[in-house]
């Protein structure tokens, strides 16, 4: 995978979004959107294609028919996201061929051990465990889950994508991201996609930001094929 980065853009303004991507366009895998959706509309999505993959994270939580909804409405997505929680079967909804776009949400990245026993009454190893597996049965594309739960997951070959991740340049580590990873530790984990959000998005450079960031998966993609 040439390139693995997507910029999440939920809480920018549609203009400034659009702006981004024509910026950023062909450095990153593509960009995960929200807010843009409740200004602009469908159309925005329709927009945005021209620039890259386009990940919907709206994180879908309903009853099948309203879930089943949602997600037509938002085919031309990439990707779209839908709670693991919910447990949703696209084969039982008419939908086969969506089921691979999308995206089960896991563990949100904020949570701790303590919030996942307190709702589940279960660990994050076991609780991940048992949504990737629901996830990968019923045909997902992706599970999102953070890059420190992947060592849990190694024999899942569902794609996974990580938000939380911060690459090694990046020294403010001051946010709501309790169990973040490097890029490369997270690549070397088995992560497919990576969401990466502040360290480039509030660099002085968004540019150079994201060249020195996808230049260190490079050189490990580059060392695991043998070439460095």
Not at 102 to 125: H, P
Not at 197 to 210: F, H, M, T
């Amino acid at each position: 995978m040439n390139n693995r980065i997507i910029l999440p853009m939920d809480n920018m303004p549609w203009l400034a979004s659009l702006e981004l991507m024509k910026y950023t366009q062909g450095k990153v895998w593509g960009y995960k959107i929200r807010r843009q959706i409740f200004e602009k509309g469908i159309d925005f999505l329709k927009i945005a294609k021209a620039y890259g993959n386009i990940m919907v994270d709206l994180k879908f939580y309903d009853i099948p028919s309203a879930m089943t909804e949602a997600i037509k409405f938002f085919e031309l997505a990439d990707i779209i996201t839908v709670h693991c929680n919910a447990m949703y079967i696209p084969q039982d909804n008419g939908i086969d061929k969506l089921s691979t776009k999308l995206a089960g949400v896991t563990i949100l990245t904020s949570m701790n051990d303590g919030d996942v026993n307190m709702i589940y009454r279960n660990s994050i190893k076991n609780q991940i465990d048992l949504f990737a597996s629901f996830a990968e049965h019923h045909d997902y594309g992706y599970i999102v889950c953070s890059a420190a739960d992947l060592v849990d997951l190694k024999n899942t070959g569902i794609k996974k994508i990580c938000p939380g991740i911060r690459p090694s340049w990046y020294q403010d580590k001051n946010d709501d991201q309790n169990r973040t990873m490097t890029p490369v530790e997270a690549v070397k984990a088995g992560a497919d996609l990576l969401v990466i959000g502040r360290p480039i998005l509030k660099a002085k450079d968004i540019i150079k930001a994201l060249d020195m960031t996808n230049h260190e998966m490079l050189k490990l993609e580059m060392k695991l094929k043998g070439l460095l």
